[in-house]
């Protein structure tokens, strides 16, 4: 069964590094999200994309965060630099399409701890 | 906007027992609405889903049936197991704005 993978499923970093998440769809999914799921509560959507293109950024934090797409198939989250607020769970999905009857397939996250 | 309430936890039962999580929702429109389901240390599952009043979703004995005139998708399961045990979010897809309620922690004892 296709599955969407991402890479490291854990990381510990220290703030003011950078650190970067991957993520590869299932094949063939045009939409790809990032989510970022702090401890005890549901994921919250940082980017959309369709293809390589954004398509919701909008809580995104620009500042330190970047997401990119290149070749619309896998992707990679950046945070430049770390801060101790931003660990949490870091959840990728992806659905054939965007919309809301199209099933997002979750992958197992990367945790990230900031120390 | 858009939002879900869910039940809060955590939630102990009994094998075998009744379960019910309540969720909520604010939307306007028509939104779709999910239940994903989380292990530990996993990433989240679809458990199911229904996109229109009155649909119900089930799977794997869960059922939920989307109520639009209490706005809600309560989640049932008749005889709770053991495996069951897992974190439960309640979402809500309305014009590609998706939203998950906080979680629901079920914990099964046999």
């Known amino acids: 069964e296709a599955e969407v993978a991402q890479s490291p499923r854990y990381k510990i970093t220290e703030k003011s590094q950078a650190v970067a998440f991957w993520c590869d769809p299932i094949?063939?999914?045009?939409?790809l999200y990032w989510y970022r799921q702090i401890l005890g509560q549901g994921p919250e959507l940082l980017v959309q994309?369709?293809?390589?293109?954004?398509?919701?950024d909008s809580q995104l934090p620009k500042d330190r965060f970047s997401a990119e797409r290149l070749k619309g198939v896998d992707s990679t989250l950046k945070i430049q630099p770390a801060e101790l607020g931003d660990s949490a769970m870091y959840l990728c999905a992806s659905s054939f399409a965007g919309g809301g009857y199209n099933e997002q397939f979750f992958g197992p996250g990367t945790r990230l701890t900031v120390l | 906007g858009n939002s879900v309430t869910q039940m809060e936890g955590p939630v102990t039962l009994s094998e075998e027992a009744f379960l019910t999580i309540n969720c909520t929702y604010t939307a306007t429109g028509y939104p779709s609405l999910f239940w994903y389901v989380q292990y530990p240390g996993e990433g989240l599952q679809l458990l199911l889903k229904?996109?229109?009043?009155?649909d119900k979703g089930s799977n794997k004995g869960f059922e939920a049936t989307y109520r639009k005139e209490t706005t809600s998708f309560h989640l049932e399961k008749g005889s709770v197991q053991v495996s069951d045990s897992a974190v439960y979010f309640c979402a809500l897809n309305n014009n590609n704005d998706m939203r998950f309620g906080a979680g629901t922690r079920l914990t099964v004892k046999p």
């Open positions: 094949s063939g999914h045009a939409t």
């Open positions: 994309f369709q293809d390589e293109s954004v398509v919701d």
């Open positions: 229904a996109t229109k009043a009155d």
